[in-house]
């Protein structure tokens, strides 16, 4: 069955430093992909990166980067030099069988991320 | 461009009430999707769309129903409103192409708040 696993429930991390938050994620399904959101204390919901399960290079997207191990089956996203504007929650999520547009995605239970000055 | 839009924004009901939250998107998307988030977790699929005249059922579709009026709208009902539905209600959409192996980051309405008290 589908699922995402966010095992961190919060982290503080001081300000310009790295912070790697954790997703692992579960599927029979050989072609996936896998989705980092942001949702600051404002509520919306902000897209970050997006891995496919056939892309062989590691996405990245300015500071975010989406750190893929296939075969352990997780999907960290690592933010380097981190901001004050960077605490909120962040959500892993994933959606299944790429090539059927009827596919659902699922989201994880979040990471609370709080960066300290 | 709007991108997703929700109406109401806010809404407080009484047990038994019925409503219909709205939803609608200018960005010409196929698939469109209802979620719930509840404080302090992720989001959960209620239903999903993935082109105009289908729904299919998310995660946690009991207690509502769903209507893709057009491309652009993608409504969600609640027939007896219980405090159990307490939540907060996102509307997402994203261009999902069938037989293309990749996927598209959801865009997210604001979100409406909803009490049953």
């Known amino acids: 069955a589908q699922k995402i696993t966010q095992t961190q429930p919060g982290m503080f991390v001081q300000e310009k430093e790295a912070v790697t938050l954790d997703c692992t994620y579960d599927?029979?399904?050989?072609?996936?992909?896998l989705f980092w959101y942001k949702q600051p204390s404002s509520g919306e919901m902000i897209f970050l990166i997006y891995q496919g399960s056939y892309d062989e290079q590691n996405a990245t997207e300015g500071r975010y980067s989406l750190n893929f191990q296939k075969a352990r089956k997780s999907a960290n996203l690592v933010i380097s030099a981190s901001q004050l504007g960077d605490s909120a929650m962040y959500f892993c999520?994933?959606?299944?069988?790429?090539?059927?547009?009827?596919?659902?995605?699922?989201f994880g239970s979040g990471t609370r991320l709080s960066i300290r000055p | 461009n709007a991108g997703v839009t929700q109406t109401p924004k806010f809404q407080v009901l009484k047990t038994g009430q019925s409503m219909t939250l709205q939803c609608a998107q200018d960005m010409n998307h196929n698939s469109m999707y209802w979620y719930r988030q509840d404080p302090g977790m992720g989001l959960r699929l209620i239903y999903y769309s993935a082109s105009e005249g289908t729904t299919d059922k998310g995660e946690v579709p009991n207690g509502y129903n769903v209507s893709r009026l057009n491309k652009r709208e993608f409504s969600l009902r609640l027939e007896s409103a219980a405090p159990s539905q307490t939540s907060v209600y996102f509307c997402a959409s994203s261009e999902e192409i069938a037989g293309e192996k990749r996927s598209y980051e959801q865009y997210f309405g604001p979100g409406t708040r909803l009490t049953v008290t």
């Open positions: 999520a994933m959606r299944e069988t790429l090539y059927s547009s009827a596919s659902k995605i699922i």
């Open positions: 599927t029979s399904d050989q072609s996936y992909g």
